[in-house]
Structures are given as C-alpha cells and as structure tokens.
Nanobody, 124 residues
Framework: QVQLVESGGGLVQAGGSLRLSCAAS????????MGWFRQAPEKEREFVAA????????YYADSAKGRFTISRDNAKNMGYLQMNSLKPEDTAVYYC?????????????????WGQGTQVTVSS
C-alpha cells in the first residue's frame, strides 16, 4: 500500500501561482508513474499531468500545457505540480495518484493509489 497526501492548495487570484506537493509513504514511490487529476464541482474528474517513474517523460492535458509543470523527487518520495498563470477555470480539487502502468496514461482507472485531494480556488 502507498499513502498519498497532497498539500499546497489555497485561494489565489487569477494570474497567480501555486505549487502543489504530494507526499508518498508506505511502499516505494519509485517505480510508479505519477499523475495529477482535478475535479471541479458537478464535473467529471479530469486528467491534468503525468510523469514517468524516473521523470524522463511528462504528459500534459491541453489545458495545462505551457502553464503547469509536473515533477518528482524519488529520493524524497515527493511529487509536485507547479501551476502558473492560474485561471478561474482551474478551480477544483486536485488529486495526485500513482500508476503501475509502464506507459503514461490519462485515464483515472489505470491509477492505483490516490490522495485525499487539495482545494485550489482561483478568483477572477
């Protein structure tokens, strides 16, 4: 089992930045691809970004490209999502997740472990 805890969410004005963190404990963090998803009120959970187990590959949703950066530090069992130029439509609960998949995937059912989420609210 792996436990994931997100932090770093909050209230920010449009155009601002936030850095989300994901702390992993339990089984080794290394070896899992990591993804970030988000869910806005009354909307489906959607993919934001993913990174391979070694950090060599990254993939972003169109909505995140050029504004968000996913990263990880396997030595610290930590994952990150740097979010810049935030927009009101980025308001959601953000979740980090881990997948055993050998390739980066955008589908939530291919992720095995999930955190409890952290709220991000962007005001206009």
């Amino acid at each position: 089992q792996v436990q994931l805890v997100e932090s770093g969410g909050g209230l920010v004005q449009a155009g601002g930045s936030l850095r989300l963190s994901c702390a992993a404990s339990g089984r080794t963090f290394r070896g899992y691809a990591m993804g970030w998803f988000r869910q806005a009120p009354e909307k489906e959970r959607e993919f934001v970004a993913a990174i391979s187990w070694d950090g060599s590959s990254r993939y972003y949703a169109d909505s995140a490209k050029g504004r968000f950066t996913i990263s990880r530090d396997n030595a610290k069992n930590m994952g990150y999502l740097q979010m810049n130029s935030l927009k009101p439509e980025d308001t959601a609960v953000y979740y980090c997740s881990l997948s055993r998949s050998a390739i980066l995937t955008t589908t939530d059912y291919e992720y095995d472990y999930w955190g409890q989420g952290t709220q991000v609210t962007v005001s206009s």
